[in-house]
Nanobody
Framework: VQLVESGGGLVQPGGSLRLSCAAS????????IGWFRQAPGKEREGVSC????????NFADSVKGRFTISRDNAKNTVYLQMNNLKPEDTAVYYC?????????????????WGQGTQVTVSS
């Protein structure tokens, strides 16, 4: 069972990145998927979470209107599109899977975690 994030990097303020979370060893169909982030010296926080069906999602207030989340269950992959990035978005981004249909970013619900991908927003 493995989740692998990709797509992180260095981007200027106002730029965009798309993160991908690919699963192997299990199917994501029955899992809610969440994107979380952790900046240096801060606690891990929920960014966006999507239901197992992909029909509903939640977003942190700080990213509403800038980030979108989607999933392609046929590809066993979930995406986080990040637009209008700000320096305060700089963090390590993790994807995680929870055995629930609900798109709730409750960290303790999430059983499987990726290794993280660094996103740095700086001029």
């Amino acid at each position: 069972v493995q989740l692998v994030e990709s797509g992180g990097g260095l981007v200027q303020p106002g730029g965009s990145l798309r993160l991908s979370c690919a699963a192997s060893g299990f199917t994501l169909d029955y899992y809610a998927i969440g994107w979380f982030r952790q900046a240096p010296g801060k606690e891990r926080e929920g960014v966006s979470c999507i239901s197992s069906s992909g029909n509903s999602a939640n977003f942190a207030d700080s990213v509403k209107g800038r980030f979108t989340i989607s999933r392609d269950n046929a590809k066993n992959t979930v995406y986080l599109q990040m637009n209008n990035l700000k320096p305060e978005d700089t963090a390590v981004y993790y994807c995680a899977a929870a055995p629930t249909v609900q798109p709730m970013c409750v960290i303790r619900w999430y059983e499987y975690w990726g290794q993280g991908t660094q996103v740095t927003v700086s001029s």
